[in-house]
């Protein structure tokens, strides 16, 4: 069992930066693929980012490449996701959520989730 916290999620100007936490549980953290989603309004969840358990191998959305970049400590169960020049089409509900193998760009490949944080870019 793997349990995710999210956290860091606010209000910010655009072109501002954000930086959101997924802490987890569980003692074979390290061997999950964890990915950040999110989900606006009337939207579908989308994958935003995901990093690779061993290799740290990262993959981005096309709309985020060169803003975002996650990142991930195995020693402190934790992957980040800096978020730098927001735009407020990245308003949503951010999710971090985990799975065994590689990155998967459908959110029920997903086993585990966390409860998600709002993150609101102000134009």
């Known amino acids: 069992q793997v349990q995710l916290v999210e956290s860091g999620g606010g209000l910010v100007l655009a072109g501002g930066s954000l930086r959101l936490s997924c802490a987890a549980s569980?003692?074979?953290?390290?061997?999950?693929?964890v990915a950040w989603f999110r989900q606006a309004p009337g939207k579908e969840r989308e994958l935003v980012a995901g990093?690779?358990?061993?290799?740290?191998?990262?993959h981005y959305t096309d709309s985020v490449k060169g803003r975002f970049t996650i990142s991930r400590d195995n020693a402190k169960n934790t992957v980040y996701l800096q978020m730098n020049s927001l735009k407020p089409e990245d308003t949503a509900v951010y999710y971090c959520?985990?799975?065994?193998?590689?990155?998967?760009?459908?959110?029920?490949?997903?086993?585990?989730w966390g409860q998600g944080t709002q993150v609101t870019v102000s134009s």
């Open positions: 959520a985990a799975r065994r193998g590689v990155v998967r760009e459908t959110s029920r490949e997903y086993d585990y």
């Open positions: 569980g003692r074979t953290f390290s061997s999950y693929v």
């Open positions: 990093i690779g358990w061993n290799d740290f191998s990262t």
